[in-house]
């Protein structure tokens, strides 16, 4: 997708087809991103939805694109712990229409799990739509396009996650356990870099339709400016522990929309990186992986 001939549209999907991957041509499209946009063009361009979303959701660690769509089309909108079943509760009592996760898991409620074929369909709608007046000849709008003109109108959330794989379950759990301290003393107004806190919190959750609550789902820096660093702690198994690390940073200014993300975000990864103590923790100079 990023060799001169490519082609202008994308899509990638795994063995059972419940996630999905947009891409344009040298254009990549982020899981948080694809949501929002979907969501931002269902009504008009997805027959489905010709009366409107009911109500809009993500996972906690995915980027807050989504939040402002529905803000902006006033519909209701819920933030869950990672897990579909989150969404399929919601989804059971008529509440929620359109959700995504940032690990590439899309899906509406026309079925109750994510659904990867759903969303490229989706993506193929609302490109049809946007390209149904232009004549033969004419230059059509690409994933490009509709990626800038929705950060146009929402601004840009910046996004990236971190993960480091295989780490020492002590190391893990004592970065864990300085984060937890961390939080239970930080205050609103406390400058960490260039941001500002807004809040810090353990992400807990209780679930609207049934009443379970989820306590411990992610802990969260939530700067005035609307940027986010979140660490999670997964498979704490024999193979050794995995580090979360999710960063977001929102940018409303067009003209700095076409800044590579982790140039954006180097800023507050370095505020992330800091904070945890994490290289002090386990050991690791660099992610496993980068996403």
Not at 90 to 112: N, P, V, Y
Not at 170 to 184: C, D, F, P, Q, T
Not at 241 to 265: F, G, N
């Amino acid at each position: 997708m990023y060799s001169v001939d490519a082609p202008d549209f994308g899509a990638a999907s795994d063995g059972d087809g419940d996630r999905n991957m947009i891409l344009g041509k040298s254009f990549f499209v982020t899981p948080s991103d694809s949501v929002a946009m979907i969501a931002a063009n269902a009504q008009e361009t997805i027959p489905y939805f010709k009366n409107g979303p009911k109500g809009l959701a993500r996972s906690m660690p995915t980027s807050g694109a989504l939040d402002l769509v529905a803000k902006k089309l006033n519909l209701p909108f819920f933030e869950v712990p990672t897990g579909w079943k989150f969404f399929g509760n919601l989804m059971d009592a008529g509440k929620l229409s359109i959700c995504g996760e940032e690990s590439f898991g899309t899906g509406s409620d026309h079925i109750r799990e994510k659904d990867g074929i759903w969303a490229v369909l989706a993506w193929i709608s609302i490109i049809a739509y946007k390209n149904k007046d232009k004549k033969v000849g004419e230059k059509l709008a690409s994933v490009a396009d509709i990626a800038k003109e929705h950060w146009a109108t929402y601004g840009r959330n910046f996004f990236s996650r971190y993960d480091y794989e295989e780490c020492e379950l002590e190391g893990a759990n004592k970065m864990v356990e300085h984060l937890r301290g961390l939080i239970s003393n930080i205050k609103t107004g406390e400058k960490y870099g260039n941001y500002t806190i807004q809040f810090a919190d353990d992400f807990a959750y209780t679930d609207s339709v049934d009443g379970s609550v989820a306590l411990k789902q992610g802990i969260r820096f939530v700067f005035t400016d609307g940027s986010r660093i979140i660490f999670r702690l997964s498979g704490t198994g024999s193979a050794g522990a995995t580090i979360r690390l999710y960063v977001e940073q929102y940018e409303p200014d067009v003209s700095k929309h076409d800044m590579d993300a982790q140039t954006a975000l180097k800023p507050l990864i370095d505020v992330a990186l800091s904070i945890s103590k994490l290289k002090e923790y386990t050991g690791r100079e660099k992610p496993t992986v980068i996403t």
